[in-house]
């Protein structure tokens, strides 16, 4: 005789372990005489779009797209024109809670005698809603790393998506072990794992949905957890929570019941609640002053009236100490920087060899290896090298044979400098050579380079220094001849340099230039001149028009 008899997967009856994303095959268990078949979905869960591949065969599927329950009827035709009748669930749990809700229509009861009072699901489902009332604050999401089980100390690392592609995809918190040991850990929200969603106390495989306390009572039973009533609860290193802290101290909880033997109910903090805390070591207290204490040396950062102050202080002085002794402060009434150590103000950076120091009235100095290098004159803007360097960055005007001297100027006072360090050295022998380029022995070159320097802006020569750190040598009247050039054509600024002088120099004779002119200043040397002047540095001034 024929029969309608509905298989999931090849088994008689329903089948409530799908996965979503899964395809559901379906068949009838036939024993003959079965001639034709009708499959009717008479129910599916809100948002699916599940149809069978053909409601008129024997063995039709669909995908199982969406958390819920599929009820299938079957109707079968035996020869004779009989018709038979057969009613199953397909249906796939709620990833995050593992319950599953019946379909409409569904009328047969998981048991006869106690009806759905007897359902897993349903049992699961009454104690969450019962729990909710005292210790909700569950969360599930997944173990992105896997190996966590349940009872261990766990934050949010990641965002993951569950049922990817489908018409219920979510999103859900992604969990790594969180350890005190680790300083960033012992900042984090924590919270709990609490089982996977069938109720597993794992260790849970990569991407395991698992449920999470993150708030309210946790039960645990592992044996660093077990205390008091009243006592604290601590993130440990091994990322379990325990009665005793890990290397940065982070408390998560307090027990409020243990038998300190087998089991303790920790209160976990909540999440506005969950902070790092490191209560043997300062504490935060109130009133018209508001102090964070340091309990083991007394010190304190406290904010009473207008002032913040480090360390213990006066009434409005922001104090940094160091091993017991003020360092530096900052005073409120005056707003001045004071170091309390020595007789200079200054700012001392050891390992990177920065100093900053006021030794003198209008000097700031600055120095690499203990030793001051450069000096900052606030009485004249000057920058002048002070290491023991012939060396000096002057904003001024010069104004004698003495500025030449191994100075730069710099451009920003109405006039601009042009300079030639370290200039023409003949040994002697005639011939013309230029500023710029450095001699070692023998006469000039006929044909050597005219060294050449643009000006800047238009304008007029106006003045031009020279100094030698080594005087010519030669016969008495015997010199060395200057002469100003632009773009190569010899202009009225000459002057000489005597045998035995260090220093001559032109003023009053203005040439006009324009920017770009190119400036050069030549030397010949007298026939007599048997040594010619040595380390000699020329500047000239460029006024504007």
């Not at 150590?341 to 700012?347: E, G, L, P, R």
Request: aromatic residues 8%.
């Amino acid at each position: 005789m024929p029969q309608s008899l509905i298989q999931c997967e090849g088994v008689d009856g329903s089948r409530i372990t799908y996965l979503p994303g899964d395809t559901c095959h379906l068949s009838n268990h036939n024993i003959g005489g079965e001639v034709a078949y009708a499959w009717v979905m008479l129910d599916r869960p809100a948002g699916s779009a599940a149809v069978l591949s053909n409601p008129a065969i024997v063995n039709p599927t669909f995908v199982v797209d969406v958390e819920g329950s599929y009820l299938l009827r079957l109707t079968v035709t035996g020869a004779t024109g009989a018709v038979y009748v057969n009613q199953a669930v397909a249906a796939a749990k709620y990833l995050k809670t593992g319950m599953r809700v019946p379909a409409a229509g569904e009328t047969t009861e998981v048991d006869s005698a106690d009806g759905w009072a007897s359902s897993p699901a349903v049992d699961a489902f009454l104690d969450t809603v019962n729990d909710s009332a005292s210790d909700g604050h569950l969360l599930a999401g997944t173990d992105v790393a896997g190996g966590l089980s349940a009872g261990a100390c766990v934050y949010i690392s990641s965002i993951e998506t569950l049922k990817a592609g489908l018409p219920g995809v979510e999103s859900v918190p992604g969990y790594r072990q969180a350890k005190a040991n680790v300083e960033l850990d012992a900042h984090r929200c924590v919270g709990i794992v609490a089982s996977d969603v069938a109720g597993g106390v794992g260790p849970f495989a990569i991407g395991a949905v698992i449920l999470v306390r993150i708030g309210g009572i946790s039960h645990v039973t592992n044996a660093a957890a077990l205390g008091a009533a009243g006592d604290p609860i601590f993130l440990n290193d091994a990322g379990l929570p325990s009665i005793n802290s890990g290397t940065f101290k982070r408390q998560i909880g307090v027990i409020v019941e243990s038998d300190a033997a087998t089991y303790a109910d920790i209160f976990l903090f909540s999440e506005m609640d969950s902070v790092y805390k490191s209560l043997d070591t300062l504490y935060l207290r109130g009133a018209s002053a508001i102090e964070l204490t340091l309990a083991a040396s007394a010190q304190s950062i406290l904010k009473t009236g207008g002032s913040l102050q480090i360390g213990t202080s006066g009434a409005n002085d922001l104090e940094i100490f160091l091993n017991g002794a003020k360092t530096w402060y900052f005073d409120n009434a005056d707003s001045s920087l004071h170091n309390e150590q020595a007789a200079d103000s200054y700012i001392n950076k050891k390992s990177g060899d920065l100093y900053l120091m006021v030794l003198d009235a209008h000097k700031i100095y600055l120095g690499t290896g203990g030793a001051s290098q450069w000096s900052l004159d606030n009485a004249t803007g000057n920058l002048e090298y002070v290491g023991g360097l012939d060396g000096e960055v002057r904003c001024g005007s010069p104004t004698a044979n003495s500025s030449a001297t191994r100075r730069d100027y710099v451009h920003g006072l109405g006039f601009g400098i042009l300079d030639f360090g370290d200039g023409f050295n003949n040994a002697g022998g005639g011939g013309v050579g230029y500023m710029g380029v450095c001699w070692k022995s023998g006469a000039i070159g006929a044909t050597e380079a005219d060294v050449q320097v643009p000006v800047p802006f238009p304008g007029y020569i106006s003045n031009t220094y020279l100094h030698a750190g080594t005087a010519p040598a030669g016969g008495a009247g015997d010199k060395e001849a200057y002469a100003v050039r632009v773009n190569g054509v010899a202009t009225g600024i000459t002057f000489n340099l005597a045998v035995g002088g260090v220093t001559a120099n032109k003023t009053g004779v203005p040439v006009a230039v324009v920017a770009g002119d190119l400036v050069s200043v030549s030397v010949t040397p007298d026939a007599g001149i048997v040594s010619g002047a040595k380390n000699t540095h020329l500047t000239i001034k460029i006024a504007p028009a």
